[in-house]
């Protein structure tokens, strides 16, 4: 019954924004850390971003060519998670997942995916002039 659904993505130019949402379901918001993923063809998944359960103004960047232009921000309201990017490049198109971290309320030390127990289906995000 657990449920990470995506949504927001679509095509920018460089220098854009763009603010990504997740939806989740099944599941407290205040009981486990949400981590964001970003994945090219052929390549694997790349963690960059997470938010704690309950402290939302804890964020772990786990990438410095985010740290200045992304933020994360969380709706307990709407059990919502806002990725906000900012500055958008070209590097920056890829597919963009959200994702439920199985080990509790703390963001991990590493983005490692086999931290986390569930996935949303992802949204494209392009970047092109």
């Known amino acids: 019954q657990v449920q990470l659904v995506e949504s927001g993505g679509g095509s920018v130019q460089p220098g854009g924004s763009l603010r990504l949402s997740c939806t989740a379901s099944?599941?407290?918001?205040?009981?486990?850390?949400i981590g964001w993923f970003r994945q090219a063809p052929g390549k694997e998944r790349e963690g960059f971003l997470c938010?704690?359960?309950?402290?939302?103004?804890?964020?772990?960047y786990y990438s410095e060519s985010v740290t200045v232009r992304f933020t994360l921000q969380r709706d307990y309201a709407k059990n919502t998670v806002y990725l906000e990017m900012n500055e958008l490049k070209l590097e920056d198109t890829d597919v963009y997942y959200c994702?439920?971290?199985?080990?509790?309320?703390?963001?991990?030390?590493?983005?490692?995916?086999?931290?986390?127990?569930?996935w949303g289906q992802g949204t494209q995000v392009t970047v092109s002039s």
């Open positions: 099944g599941f407290a918001l205040d009981r486990y850390s």
């Open positions: 994702s439920k971290d199985s080990t509790g309320s703390n963001c991990p030390t590493s983005a490692y995916e086999a931290l986390y127990d569930s």
């Open positions: 938010i704690e359960s309950i402290n939302t103004t804890k964020i772990k």
